[in-house]
T-cell receptor
Framework: ETGVTQSPTHLIKTRGQQVTLRCSSQ?????VSWYQQALGQGPQFIFQ???????GRGNFPPRFSGLQFPNYSSELNVNALELDDSALYLC??????????????FGEGSRLTVL | QKEVEQDPGPLSVPEGAIVSLNCTYS??????FMWYRQYSRKGPELLMY????GNKEDGRFTAQVDKSSKYISLFIRDSQPSDSATYLC????????????FGQGTILTVHP
């Protein structure tokens, strides 16, 4: 059983640029959530995708957008990057049957630095 | 005020010590309570989750929930150097699937 994989692991962008982060969910999981973890902070919920539709969103502006594909993999897109977007971006997957338990399986994250 | 408050530490203890980690929360809608462990440069991994008030034990770990006080704890017995990590409490309303609200995380170091 493969776990959650994310790419790229590290990347550096400049202010104003756009970035796309990718996530492959764990086998059998059809729900994907994205989190932003700033240095020294806990993860913050960005949004969740279930059956290719956004199914819940945290307090993030519209320049944060996402997609989920039929194979349940997902992308996080961030436009007009700002310095405060520098963080570890975590993808987590879960199976529908566990949706009320909070049992999420996280990837190792993509570390974004905005200069 | 943050919905979930967690003392960031850092906490440093000798091997074999009992460790107590705590979180308080303000939103009574939270129904599920979790503890995640995050090693450096890794994603969080689920340690324990509980639904109701009371204790839940798993090996050296005990999770405690007191809904009336809006307070949760994680106890680690016989702590090991391999327990050195950041511990994150997290909560869920039970209707919002993958949306967890995390605490800030407590950095724990267990020294030999």
């Amino acid at each position: 059983e493969t776990g959650v994989t994310q790419s790229p692991t590290h990347l550096i962008k400049t202010r104003g640029q756009q970035v796309t982060l990718r996530c492959s969910s764990q086998s059998g999981h059809n729900t994907v959530s994205w989190y932003q973890q700033a240095l020294g902070q806990g993860p913050q919920f960005i949004f969740q995708y279930y059956r290719e539709e956004e199914n819940g969103r945290g307090n993030f502006p519209p320049r944060f957008s996402g997609l989920q594909f039929p194979n349940y993999s997902s992308e996080l897109n961030v436009n007009a990057l700002e310095l405060d977007d520098s963080a570890l971006y975590l993808c987590a997957s879960s199976a529908t049957r566990d949706r009320n338990t909070g049992e999420l399986f996280f990837g190792e994250g993509s570390r974004l630095t905005v200069l | 005020q943050k919905e979930v408050e967690q003392d960031p530490g850092p906490l440093s203890v000798p091997e074999g010590a009992i460790v107590s980690l705590n979180c308080t929360y303000s939103n009574s809608a939270f129904q599920y309570f979790m503890w995640y462990r995050q090693y450096s440069r890794k994603g969080p991994e689920l340690l324990m989750y509980t639904y109701s008030s009371g204790n839940k034990e798993d090996g050296r770990f005990t999770a405690q929930v007191d809904k009336s006080s809006k307070y949760i704890s994680l106890f680690i017995r016989d702590s090991q150097p391999s327990d050195s990590a950041t511990y994150l409490c997290a909560m869920n309303r039970g209707t919002s699937y993958g949306k967890l609200t995390f605490g800030q995380g407590t950095i724990l170091t267990v020294h030999p």
